[in-house]
């Protein structure tokens, strides 16, 4: 018998400005795919709610729209990535979005024996942004994302998922934390695109057209990239 090793989890990255649709479609993939969502916004709002040091030091900087230091971020992010739940594969949601923080994943991957299989840039125009993140809304209980106008609950104001009718809006989902974030985006994310097409792991996914055609063109890039052979 050939002794092959069992293939390391995979490791998905989806790059994107605000309301590029990245939840949304993090969390899509988790449910078609299996893999585990690793969202540093949501694990940097959890440390905040906690009111741990990490939380304290980015409360302000994440509600004037600017990034949190590389250190705080990468900590947070390397604390979960080795959680046992990670095993089966995770799909990384807003990290990386700095260089250092690109190369931070590179060496983190080659300790645990990882690379990254495929790095998706949801390609959106900066203007509707604005709109999608007005009206982005989630429920507070199971964390599900909804939009006043692209996606509502079934019923008004209950969750489809949990039934949990109490909804939440993000502090910092508002128009000048939005410009602040969109420039950051350019400013420190974008280039990374560059990055991972030098590293033949880039695939660009137009998002501008509906949630479910988006989650159909990207669960196909998906399926290709990390299909053994
Ligand atoms: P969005 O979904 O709108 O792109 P996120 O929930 O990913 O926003 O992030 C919210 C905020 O959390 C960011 O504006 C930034 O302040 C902080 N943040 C999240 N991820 C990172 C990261 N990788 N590096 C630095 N700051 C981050
Ligand atoms: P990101 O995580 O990239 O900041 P979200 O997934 O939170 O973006 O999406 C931002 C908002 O836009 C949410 O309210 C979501 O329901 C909505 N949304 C996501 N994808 C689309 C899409 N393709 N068309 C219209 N609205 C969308
Ligand atoms: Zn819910």
Do not use: W
Request: glycine content about 10%; charged content about 25%; hydrophobic content about 40%.
């Amino acid at each position: 018998m050939d002794a092959a090793k069992a293939a390391p989890p995979p490791v998905l990255i989806l790059l994107g400005p605000p309301g590029a649709g990245k939840g949304t479609q993090a969390r899509m993939l988790e449910d078609r795919f299996g893999y585990v969502q690793l969202s540093t916004g949501d694990l940097l709002r959890a440390a905040v709610a906690a009111g741990t040091e990490a939380g304290k030091a980015a409360d302000d900087v994440m509600k004037s729209g600017g990034l949190v230091s590389d250190e705080i971020v990468i900590d947070i992010l390397r604390d979960r990535i080795n959680a046992p739940d990670c095993a089966s594969g995770v799909i990384l949601d807003g990290f990386p979005r700095t260089a250092v923080q690109a190369e931070s994943l590179d060496a983190l991957l080659v300790e645990s024996g990882q690379r990254i299989d495929i790095a998706v840039s949801l390609e959106v125009d900066d203007e509707a942004m604005v709109d999608r993140i007005a009206g982005r809304y989630s429920c507070a209980g199971c964390g599900e994302g909804y939009h006043d106008t692209f996606k509502k609950p079934a019923r008004p104001d209950q969750c489809d998922q949990c039934g949990g009718t109490q909804m939440k809006r993000r502090a910092d989902d508002t128009a000048e934390a939005v410009g602040t974030r969109l420039k950051a985006y350019h400013a420190q994310t974008a280039p990374l695109i560059t990055h991972y097409e030098e590293a033949e792991v880039l695939h660009r996914v137009r998002a501008m057209g509906p949630i479910d055609e988006v989650a159909t063109a990207l669960g196909t890039v998906v399926r290709q990239a990390t299909a053994t052979a």
